[in-house]
């Protein structure tokens, strides 16, 4: 069974830095991509990063510049670094997995881990 744990999240000023992981319980080379959303109070979740298989990478744009997301492969981990945190990235962020051409198919998620930005 699938399991992904976030953890990093917390409380951190406008400016500051997180860094978010992600590990899964399985070789995350089973995953065709593996991404991390977020999901603000009374809006809807929106994808923020995503890392391929083969390892390419896309960032939205409206955290281009601040966030990068990378992988550990031997950990089974992905991260989610975050800087130049500013009030509207204040969000609950969540991992996500997906299988698409490898059985069993699946779309996986994390609990989500909470993110807020405030002074």
């Known amino acids: 069974q699938v399991q992904l744990v976030e953890s990093g999240g917390g409380l951190v000023q406008p400016g500051g830095s997180l860094r978010l992981s992600c590990a899964a319980s399985?070789?995350?080379?089973?995953?065709?991509?593996m991404a991390w959303y977020r999901q603000a109070p009374g809006k809807e979740r929106e994808l923020v990063a995503s890392?391929?298989?083969?390892?390419?990478?896309n960032v939205a744009d409206f955290v281009k510049g601040r966030f990068t997301i990378s992988r550990e492969v031997a950990k089974n981990t992905i991260y989610l670094q975050m800087n130049s945190l500013i009030s509207e990235d204040t969000a609950v962020y969540y991992c996500?997995?997906?299988?698409?051409?490898?059985?069993?198919?699946?779309?996986?998620w994390g609990q989500g881990t909470q993110v807020t930005v405030s002074s």
């Open positions: 996500n997995a997906r299988r698409t051409t490898v059985v069993p198919f699946g779309d996986y």
């Open positions: 399985v070789n995350i080379f089973s995953f065709n991509d």
């Open positions: 890392i391929t298989r083969n390892g390419m990478t």
